[in-house]
């Protein structure tokens, strides 16, 4: 499948389920849970839509990354800050859901780095033992 159409589904199918979730739960006067949703919703698509990044074969892993990043600033970091999570009423309230997110970001990226680019290939070098004949 092609990585534009891809992302896409990744990202569109968690959109406008969690969209219809939480507009749902606006109209039922549930500002907070709806809000919540709708900031879950974005953060499931860009996550899961920005992915195919990683399967852009001819970017080195340093491009792949960065490229992630930027789409992680541009949506997740906002969806934070609007999702009514954090207390703003303060420079550090800001300051503290950057720090949220570049550390959970970190720790993410190192989790999944380790698993896939570490682990993943070692296993499947494994050499695998011969089945005996019965």
Known sequence: MRLPIKATLLAGIPLVI???IGIALLAQGEHEDGRAT???GVI???TAGASV???VERWS???QTLVHFGIMVV???PALLLSGWFPLD???GYLAVIATFLAAGLVLWTIFYVIFVKIGPRRSAAPTSPTRPR
Do not use: D, E, K
């Open 38 to 40: 709708l900031a879950v």
């Open 90 to 92: 303060t420079v550090w």
């Open 53 to 55: 990044v990683y399967q």
């Open 61 to 63: 892993l340093r491009t």
């Open 18 to 20: 969690m969209t219809a």
């Open 44 to 46: 499931v698509a860009a």
């Open 75 to 77: 949506t997740v970091l």
